[in-house]
C-alpha cells in the first residue's frame, strides 16, 4: 500500500513538472516573440498553453484519488495539498503567458512605431528565473531559494512600477503611441502576477519544509 | 466520529461564508469610496482584507486537519477540496479589492478632474452580484445559478472592453487624464479579474453538484 502511495506521489510530481515545463516553454517563446518579433512564435504558445490545462485537469483528478484511496496524513497530507494549490498557480501562469501572447499580438498589429523598453527584457528574465527556481525550490525543498524568490517579487514589483512611469512619459512625448504604451503596462503587468504566483509556490515550499505560514508577511519564526 | 466531521465542516462553510462576507463589504465599501468619493471608507476596506486574510490561514489549517482525522472520501472529499480552493479564490478577490481601493485613492490624488464613466458603476454592480451569487450558489448547491454565473462574466470582459476604450477616448480629448484613465482602466481590470474568481467559484459548484468540470470550455455533458 505504501509503496504504492510513493509510485502515485512520484507520478503527480511529475505532472506538475511537466505542466511548470510547458509555462516556462510558452513564457520562453512570448519573450522570444516580443523581443525578436517573431510573430510565428505566438502561435506555439497556445500549444502550450492547452498542453497546462489539460495537466491542470489530470492533476486535480490524481490528487483526489490518492486523498481518497491513501488517506495520507501529517507531511504527506501537506504535499497534495501543495500540490493542488501549486497546479492552481501554474494554471492561472498558462493564462498571464496567453494574456502576454495577446498584447503581444496587438502591439503587432499597431505597427511596432514603439521600441520595447530594457526594462520589459529585465522583467522577463527576472519572473522566468523565478518560475523556473519556484519549480527548483519545490523538487528539492529549497527553502533559501524560496526565500530569495520571495525577495526577487518585489524587485518585479518596483520594475512594473518603473515600466508604466516610462510608458506615460512615451504618451507624454508622442500621443499616437497611447495604445501600444497600454499593451506594455498590461505585459509589465502580466509578469508582475506571473511573479505574484511564483511567490506563491516559494511559500508552499517554505510551509511545507518548516510548516511555516508566510503567507500575508506572517511567520511563526524569529528569523527574517 | 460521522457525526463529528458534519460539525467540523458545517464549521468551515461558516469560514469560508465569513470570509466572503469581509469580500463583499470590501468591495460594497471600494465602491462607496469610489463612487460618492467618500475617502474614509477606504481605510475599512483594508480592514476587511485583515479578515480575509486571517481566514484564509485559519480555513487552511481546518480543511488540512478535517482531511487527516476523517479522510472523507467520495462527495465528502470533493467539498473539502472545492473549499480549499474557494478560500485561494476569496483571497485573491480580497488583494484585488484592495487594488481598486489603492487606485481609487490615487484617483482623490489628482484631483477627480475625471468623471467617473457609468459603465464602471454598472461593473461593479455585476461583480458585486456574481460574488454574492457565487456564495448563494455554493451554499444552496445551485447549477442554474452557477451557470448564470458563467454567463455574466462574458459580459464583464466586454464591460472593461468598453470601458478601456472609453478611457482611451477620453485621454485623446483630455491628454492630462492620461494617469486618471490608467487608474481607470487599472479599476476595471480588477473588477473584471473578481468576476474570474466568481466565475472559478461557480464552476467548482457545477462540479460539486454534478460532477462535471467545465473549466477551459470542457464539459463532460452533452448540455449547453
Known sequence: MYRHFE????????????MGGSVEKGLAEVCQALFTKDHGKLKEVHEQETKVNDL???VDQAC???LARQAPVAKDLRLVIAI???NTDLERMGDQVVNIAHCTNDLFRM????TVPADVLTIS???RSMVRDGLDAFVRRDVALSRAILNRD???DELRDKIIREAIQMVRQKPDLLESCLELIMIAKNFERMADHATNIAEEVIYLATGDDVRHGKSGSATP
Do not use: H, M, R, Y
Open 111 to 114: 505597427g511596432q512605431a514603439l
Open 7 to 18: 509510485t502515485d506521489l512520484q507520478e503527480l510530481k511529475q505532472q506538475i513538472l511537466a
Open 154 to 156: 518585489d524587485e518585479v
Open 125 to 127: 528574465e527576472k519572473v
Open 84 to 86: 493542488i494549490k501549486i
Open 56 to 58: 491542470q485537469i489530470a
Open 64 to 66: 483526489v484519488q490518492l
